[in-house]
């Protein structure tokens, strides 16, 4: 299973339920590298999306604790564990954390790979935080990219490996 976010120098993801940066590139990563793919995702998440639509090309599961909840496109689970049921016939490589902050932590050290984007800047108001992998003995960088400047920031790919797996 891998993670994937965007990150700020303080590990921030996300403020008010939005994301804190806009960057073309990376969402042509994110897809490239989740298409086809499943993704496990928190309700809150999902409703961040466009409409609150499911991403296409994509199985997404989403996690909550509303029994009541339904969404077209989407296997509802009510934890962490039922998610992970439904993905079961998934193959781990193609099988995606993508947020928000209480899932992450939750299922980060079951990941064998996080790939992150870190951005060179602070955001404001962030609420919302990914663990510092760089303070977690079993995690070690695998791969970073040279800087990309987009949208007035400049972030760059790395990509961690979980040496405990």
Request: with cysteine; proline share 4%.
């Amino acid at each position: 299973m891998n993670a994937i976010v965007v990150v700020d120098q303080n590990w921030a993801i996300g403020r008010e339920g939005d994301l804190l940066f806009s960057l073309p590139t990376d969402m042509k990563r994110f897809r490239s590298l989740t298409m086809g793919g499943t993704v496990i995702l928190g309700r809150k998440t999902l409703d961040s999306f466009p409409g609150g639509r499911p991403l296409p090309g994509r199985r997404n599961i989403v996690i909550t604790r509303n029994v009541d909840f339904d969404r077209d496109g989407c296997e509802i689970a009510a934890s962490l564990g039922a998610a992970l049921d439904l993905a079961a016939d998934t193959e781990d490589d193609k099988l995606w954390i993508i947020g928000g902050g209480s899932v992450y932590t939750a299922m980060l050290s079951r990941c064998k790979r996080v790939y992150l984007t870190k951005v060179d800047a602070v955001a404001d108001g962030a609420d919302t935080f990914f663990p510092n992998l760089d303070k977690l003995p079993a995690w070690e960088v695998e791969h970073t990219s040279d800087p990309i400047t987009e949208n007035g920031v400049t972030y760059q790919f790395i990509d961690y490996v979980n040496t405990k797996l």
